[in-house]
């Protein structure tokens, strides 16, 4: 049984920083992707960033610069620096890790922390 569980999130200023966390727990396979991923209210959930097991990142074009996704491999736990915050950002944020075995993709999610930017 995999469990992730973020923490970190909450109320915020414009301009502001925080740094989530999201603990891995579980048999999860070495070769994964991890990923944080938001939704706002009455949107669709969204790509925050994504960083594979090798440390290869990528982020939606919104964050870029401002977002630093990290990992520590032995530590099975995964980071999301956020810096200069604006109020489109809240959202609540979820962590995500997916890997495949014999052709099956898993995925699973945590249950998710709230980000609330004040302008």
């Known amino acids: 049984q995999v469990q992730l569980v973020e923490s970190g999130g909450g109320l915020v200023q414009a301009g502001g920083s925080l740094r989530l966390s999201c603990a891995a727990s579980g048999s999860i396979f070495g070769i994964n992707v991890m990923g944080w991923y938001r939704q706002a209210p009455g949107k669709q959930r969204e790509l925050v960033a994504v960083i594979t097991s090798a440390g290869s990142t990528n982020y939606a074009d919104s964050v870029k610069g401002r977002f630093t996704i990290s990992r520590d491999n032995a530590k099975n736990t995964m980071y999301l620096q956020m810096n200069s915050l604006k109020p489109e950002d809240t959202a609540v944020y979820y962590c995500?890790?997916?890997?495949?075995?014999?052709?099956?993709?898993?995925?699973?999610w945590g249950q998710g922390t709230q980000v609330t930017v004040s302008p």
């Open positions: 995500n890790v997916q890997w495949w075995s014999s052709s099956s993709l898993n995925n699973y």
